[in-house]
Each structure stands twice: as C-alpha cells, then as structure tokens.
Nanobody, 117 residues
C-alpha cells in the first residue's frame, strides 16, 4: 500500500527558506514521477514541481517558483525534497506530494507553509 507523508512546513519570514520532505512507502519511485502541489483555501490545488522516476533526472517547475525552488530525490531514503528559497507571501499554502498524474488515494495531510511579510 502506497503512503506519502509530507513534513517540514512551518512559519518563515519573507525571503527565508524551508525544506519540505515527502516520505514514500510502497516503492513507487521506480514507477512514478513525483510532484509537489500546493493549495490555498478557496483555490484549486496547483502544480509546483516534478521529478522523474528513478533513473530519470527530469525536473520541471511552475513558472512562479522557477529559480527559487529545487526538487530532489533520495531513493535510498525513499524521500523527495522540495528546497524552497527566497520565499514570498504568495507561497503560503498547504503543500502536498503525489505521483504524476495525481491519484486520489495517494493524497496525504500535506504540510502548511506560511510566509510572513
């Protein structure tokens, strides 16, 4: 059974940094690309970043985070990271990880990121 657990969120000042972690069970890294998504109350969940499955170094980012966020993977720890720098108030959201395309049964609780201006 696949489970994705997000962590690492918190309160940070504008311009600060955070690193989010997505721990996976179920050995999915060799089968799926992994994405970070985020959601603000009242808005649709949006794509943030993607990294390819094991052996595929492909990454891509939403325009709004390019140059500020970096997605990476530690396959030995079955964890995907999202390093976020130069954070802005508009980055405030609940951040989730999921496969690409996302599966409804893989959504976790997410981790809250709050950027104060």
């Amino acid at each position: 059974q696949v489970q994705l657990v997000e962590s690492g969120g918190g309160l940070v000042q504008s311009g600060g940094s955070l690193r989010l972690s997505c721990a996976a069970t179920g050995n999915i890294f060799n089968r799926f690309a992994i994405c970070w998504y985020r959601q603000v109350p009242g808005k649709q969940r949006e794509f943030v970043a993607v990294i390819g499955s094991d052996g595929d170094d492909y990454t891509d980012y939403a325009d709004s985070v390019k140059g500020r966020f970096t997605i990476s993977r530690d396959s030995a720890k079955t964890t995907v990271y999202l390093q976020m720098s130069s954070l802005k108030s508009e980055d405030t959201a609940v951040y989730y990880c999921n496969v690409l395309p996302p599966r409804e049964d893989y959504w976790g609780q997410g981790t809250q990121v709050t950027v104060s201006s």
